[in-house]
């Protein structure tokens, strides 16, 4: 078969699943999968003679893709945060909104020698974007799954990183006794009774468990909040990516769990709540003056956190 023809009806089986754009595009990158070349070289050899084996690849991805399997498991890796990580039906595939909480990280990062933890690290995509951009900083990714963090140390290795993060097999912070600087998570946080209404691409392929958050989507952040007291340094920051409809709740129950810390919201680049930041400068400690309280107060105030 001649690679146009293929491609034509690559593009008409993916039309009944996705939008016609799409449908090219990702017909064009199945193709250039397919033959082990660029998407831009694949375009090039639209006149050439497919192989009967290539060919049959093709023809077997684009089936899997008009299943609704997502096309990052078939190509079998995801750009993010102009990183390429490789993925699988083992982790979750890293999201474009998730790159707010990246953005937000960096800033946040002492400059020198931060110790960063990141919870439930999947494929390792944050803390090894992180430990990309920060070269002093110490990483330490967390995850309870061995096959998720089996992923994270082969993108350790691709990205020649793995002298860089530490990997750790751990419910939360059970296993992480150290004190961090910068604490990243982006837990699950899709409500239970929602998870059946998620795309089949999602629902029916990405790790559930990565992504159901218990009744309200907040139960694994309740437990992790309850954690991160003991292990933060004076003057940590903790960031958690949640759902666009938790901003409030979120906030909430922070300033509930850590009465005496300052919780905010921020956007991602769409206008929606994206990431609860905690500054646990403001956390209570038995040596602190009733000056510095009082400051603490202020600052609140300032805030609207009263």
Known sequence: MIAQDALLDAVRALGATINDRD??????????????????????????????????????NVARRAQNEPLAYILGHQEFYKLDFSVDRRVLIPRHETETLIELALARAPRESPTIVDVGTGSGAIALTLAHHLPDARVIALDVSPDALAVARMN?????????????????LEHFHDSFDLLVANLPYIPRARFDQLPREVRAFEPRRALDGGDDGLDVLRR?????????????????????????????????????????????????????????????????SEGSRATNRRFLTLFGMT
């Open 23 to 60: 449908a090219r595009l990702q017909a064009e990158l199945l193709l250039a999968h397919a033959l082990g070349v660029s998407r831009a070289l694949a375009l090039a050899r639209l006149n050439d003679l497919l192989a009967p084996e290539i060919a049959a690849q093709y023809a077997a």
């Open 156 to 172: 350790a290795a691709r990205l020649h990183l793995e002298s860089r993060v530490e990997f750790r097999e751990s419910d939360l």
């Open 224 to 288: 992790l909040l309850a954690q991160i007291e003991a292990r933060a340094k004076r003057g940590a920051t903790a960031l958690f990516e949640i759902s666009e409809e938790q901003g409030d709740t979120a906030r909430q129950l922070a300033q509930q769990i850590l009465p005496h810390c300052a919780a905010i919201i921020h956007r991602d680049l769409e206008g929606m709540d994206r990431v609860l930041e905690i500054n646990l400068n403001l956390m209570r400690h038995p040596e602190r």
